[in-house]
């Protein structure tokens, strides 16, 4: 059984960081796309960074773009998104997924993910 958990949510005031880590268990993806998703309250859920496991091709919404950045450690089945500079709008619950089609585009739409974490909240404060 594949299981995605997350961890390393919390509370951070505008400007500072935080790291979030996405355990993979149950299965190793041998070029998975491992994608980072957000979901704030009454929006819809969104893409924020994706990496193909094995190519480390990564790729990364405009929004957060050279503010995040999505990392894996293959050794412990782990990937990270390093968040610095944060702002309150990028407050929401952040989940991690796994799509195992083999593939070099990192893939934006939550459907093509079939295995979700649970997610994690991460709140920026002003």
């Known amino acids: 059984q594949v299981q995605l958990v997350e961890s390393g949510g919390g509370l951070v005031q505008a400007g500072g960081s935080l790291r979030l880590s996405c355990a993979v268990s149950g299965r190793t993806f041998s070029n998975a796309a491992m994608g980072w998703f957000r979901q704030a309250p009454g929006k819809e859920r969104e893409f924020v960074a994706g990496?193909?496991?094995?190519?480390?091709?990564?790729y990364y919404a405009n929004s957060v773009k050279g503010r995040f950045t999505i990392s894996r450690d293959n050794a412990k089945n782990t990937v990270f998104l390093q968040m610095n500079s944060l702002k309150p709008e990028d407050t929401a619950v952040y989940s991690c997924a796994a799509d195992s089609t083999i593939g070099v585009v990192v893939p934006t739409k939550g459907g093509a993910y079939e295995y979700w974490g649970q997610g994690t909240q991460v709140t920026g404060s002003s």
């Open positions: 990496i193909r496991w094995s190519l480390g091709i990564t």
